[in-house]
């Protein structure tokens, strides 16, 4: 949990370092083309967080 904080941070960090004066609706709109166009790599990464689970619990 502590791990995928830090990669938020960072990358949040990031973001503003690059252009600090972003626009929510501008945030909202880039976020929402983003979704309708990459909506099937969703389904790629559920898909491979099934299978490392899965993969987890036969290990123990």
Request: charged share 20%; hydrophobic share 50%; aromatic share 16%.
């Amino acid at each position: 949990m502590r791990r995928r904080i830090g990669i938020i941070l960072i990358s949040t960090g990031f973001i503003l370092l690059l252009k600090p004066n972003f626009d929510l609706e501008q945030i909202v709109y880039t976020l929402s083309f983003a979704f309708i166009q990459y909506w099937p790599a969703i389904l790629v990464i559920f898909g491979f967080y099934l299978l490392k689970n899965k993969q987890i619990k036969k290990h123990k």
